[in-house]
């Protein structure tokens, strides 16, 4: 049996029979249910597969070892979180391959619009990472580079708790984000 004819079999076995009930109550049979999940579910699957889909990877980096100088503890600790253990990290500088050293390291907040009453009603966060990376006898691997990232905040009085747990999350994830855009580029250096 072919493939075209298989599918059409699975379908002809979802498919209410002809003057049967109608689609709405088979769907109410919970195996037929079950197997109409099944199929559709690997057939998203199959169609994923074949575009190429694939989720993200690791980065692979050129070397092991890294040291780093002048990171927040935040920015280190979503930068050991993305890396992962392929990284050994040194706390020597002279033993690492590359050291990577970060000369600014700055979380902003600030007011994008007020309501008619001139209260805040929406905040712009930004985090921002200036970096070089280089290897501990000083030798330039990347240039100095400077990564900024922003988000929109809308702020109410009411749930200010709330807003203050969802600053902190956003900035969480705009440091991992950097996280992942520095470990990249750390992907491409050669040694």
């Known amino acids: 049996m072919t493939a075209a004819g298989s599918t059409r079999g699975a379908l002809a076995d979802l498919a209410p029979a002809s003057g049967g009930p109608d689609a709405a109550e088979s769907l109410a049979d919970p195996t037929r249910r079950r197997r109409l999940l099944r199929w559709t579910s690997s ?9 190429g889909f694939r989720l993200r990877q690791p980065v692979a980096l050129p070397f092991r070892r890294l040291a780093l100088a002048g990171f927040s503890s935040d920015m280190e600790r979503a930068l050991r979180m993305a890396a992962g253990p392929a990284v050994e990290w040194m706390a020597v ?14 979380r902003e907040r600030i007011v994008a619009s007020y309501t008619p009453t001139r209260r805040v009603s929406e905040f712009q966060l930004r985090t921002r990472l200036r970096y070089r990376a280089q290897t501990p006898a000083g030798r330039a691997l990347l ?15 009411a749930y200010a708790l709330g807003k203050e747990h969802e600053e902190a999350r956003l900035y969480a994830d705009m440091e991992t ?7 990249r580029r750390l992907g491409t250096v050669r040694l």
Request: glycine share 4%.
């Open 43 to 51: 057939l998203a699957l199959v169609g994923l597969a074949g575009c």
């Open 93 to 106: 500088p002279a033993q690492a391959e590359v050291l990577l050293v970060a000369t600014a390291s700055t």
């Open 143 to 157: 240039p100095e580079a400077d990564l900024v990232l922003t988000r929109e905040l809308s702020y109410s009085e």
């Open 177 to 183: 984000d950097i996280a992942l855009q520095v470990l």
